[in-house]
Nanobody, 116 residues
C-alpha cells in the first residue's frame, strides 16, 4: 500500500499564492505518475497537474501559467505551487499516485479556499 498526506492548503485572497506538499510512504515502487486533482462542491474531481517519473508534465488549461508541479526530495514527493489564485480555484486538492500497472492511490485532501 501507499499512503499519501497532503499539506499546505488554507484560506488566501484572490491573487495570492499557496504551495501544496504531498508526503508519500509505504510501498514506494513502480510509481509512474504523481499528480494533483481537485474537487469543488457539486463538481467532479478533475486533474490539475501531473508529472511522470521521466519528468513530463501535464496541466489543466485553467491553471496553465499559474500553477507549477515539481518533484520533491525525501518524504515530500511532489509539490504544487499555486500563484495568482482565483476564487474558482477553491476546492479540495488531492494528491494522487499511479503505480504500475494502473493502481491509483489518493490522499485525504487539503482544502484550498480563495476569497474574492
Amino acid at each position: 500500500q501507499v499512503q499519501l498526506v497532503e499539506s499546505g492548503g488554507g484560506l488566501v485572497q484572490a491573487g495570492g499564492s499557496l504551495r501544496l506538499s504531498c508526503a508519500v510512504s509505504g510501498s514506494i515502487f513502480s510509481i509512474n505518475v504523481v499528480g494533483w486533482y481537485r474537487q469543488a462542491p457539486g463538481k467532479e474531481r478533475e486533474l490539475v497537474a501531473r508529472i511522470t517519473i521521466g519528468g513530463s508534465t501535464d496541466y489543466a488549461d485553467s491553471v496553465k501559467g499559474r500553477f507549477a508541479i515539481s518533484r520533491g526530495n525525501g518524504k515530500n514527493w511532489v509539490y504544487l505551487q499555486m500563484n495568482s489564485l482565483k476564487p474558482e480555484d477553491t476546492a479540495v486538492y488531492y494528491c494522487n499516485i499511479v503505480r504500475w500497472p494502473n493502481d491509483y492511490y489518493w490522499g485525504q485532501g487539503t482544502q484550498v479556499t480563495v476569497s474574492s
